[in-house]
C-alpha cells in the first residue's frame, strides 16, 4: 500500500481545456427605487439599507425578532421559490 496513489476522484467539472457557461440569471432591473424607510419599525431603520437590504444585525432581541421577519415580507403570496434554478 505504501507509495501507492489513489486513482482520481470523479469531478463534475468539464475536461480541461473546456470550460462551462455560467447558469443564466433573470436580468436585474437597471434602476430600483430608494426604499421609503417610513414603512419599516422605527427601530428596525438604522439596520437596513436604501435598498432594502439588511446591513447590520441589531443588538437588542426585541429588534432581532424584527429582523427575522422582515426578509419574509419581500416574499410573493402564493408564489413557490426553489431552492435551484435548475
Not at 437590504?53 to 419581500?74: D, E, G, I, S
Request: aromatic share 6%.
Amino acid at each position: 500500500m505504501e507509495g501507492r496513489v489513489p486513482p482520481p476522484l470523479p469531478s463534475s467539472s468539464p475536461p480541461q481545456g473546456q470550460f462551462s457557461a455560467p447558469p443564466r440569471m433573470a436580468p436585474r432591473p437597471r434602476y430600483i427605487p430608494p426604499m421609503n424607510h417610513a414603512s419599516l419599525p422605527r427601530e428596525l431603520r438604522p439596520s437596513v439599507n436604501d435598498d432594502g437590504r439588511l446591513t447590520q444585525w441589531p443588538v437588542r432581541q426585541k429588534v432581532q425578532r424584527m429582523a427575522t421577519a422582515y426578509p419574509a415580507t419581500k416574499f410573493d403570496t402564493g408564489r413557490e421559490y426553489r431552492a435551484s434554478a435548475r
